[in-house]
């Protein structure tokens, strides 16, 4: 909250109305204008971030930025007039283009980097591959093994796949799908043996 509030301030210098000066009021969530009395509020951004499933396998991308071999969910901006299960699948298309059949909201996350409010999704999507053109350096379908054992391992400079950082919706979207097939993986017992 802090640095999302500092970086308002920050970056929020005149009044946009007027270009008069600003003045913080109620412990700085105010930028009051000296000039013509308008009252500004701090920006909050909201941006879907989800977690696409084929039923077996988890889709993830990764951004050049990032380092080596760190995945993680599609995440993207909402934008006006637009719903958030609209925002879903527009974004899992354009990064992707997975097209989702449906989706869940799960829960949300303050991410002040720099004024972001994540609200996270489970989705499904048609099992196509992944194709990226842009935003994302790469994409494509993880296994439950190869997140089970991303998991596992932490952040090991040696493992094969990285996953978000444990304070992270992103990892937590990732830790819930894991647990669901875990748990449907349960129900279905271990696989039948073949004969000979």
């Known amino acids: 909250m802090a640095r999302a509030l500092l970086h308002w301030q920050a970056s929020?210098?005149?009044?946009?109305a007027c270009g008069g000066a600003i003045t913080f009021r109620r412990a700085g969530y105010i930028a009051h204008c000296t000039q013509c009395g308008k009252d500004h509020y701090p920006r909050v951004d909201?941006?879907?971030i989800v977690a696409i499933s084929d039923g077996e396998r988890l889709l993830l991308g990764r951004q050049a930025s990032w380092p080596p071999r760190r995945y993680s969910v599609i995440a993207g901006f909402v934008e006006p007039g637009e719903t958030l299960e609209q925002t879903v699948a527009r974004e899992a298309f354009e990064e992707t283009r997975v097209r989702v059949r449906s989706c869940l909201y799960l829960g949300a996350q303050p991410w002040p980097f720099p004024g972001s409010l994540m609200?996270?999704?489970?989705?499904?999507?048609?099992?196509?591959?992944?194709r990226v053109d842009g935003e994302l350096e790469d994409a494509r379908w993880f296994t439950y093994d190869e997140v089970d054992k991303a998991l596992r391992g932490g952040d090991?400079?040696?493992a094969p796949l990285l996953l978000s950082p444990s304070i992270s919706i992103a990892r937590a979207l990732i830790e819930h799908w894991h647990a669901a097939m875990r748990e449907r993986r349960a129900e279905q017992g271990p696989p039948a043996p073949t004969g000979h």
């Open 12 to 16: 929020t210098q005149f009044c946009s």
């Open 119 to 130: 609200l996270g999704f489970s989705a499904e999507g048609e099992p196509d591959p992944p």
């Open 46 to 48: 909201p941006a879907v």
């Open 156 to 158: 090991d400079a040696e």
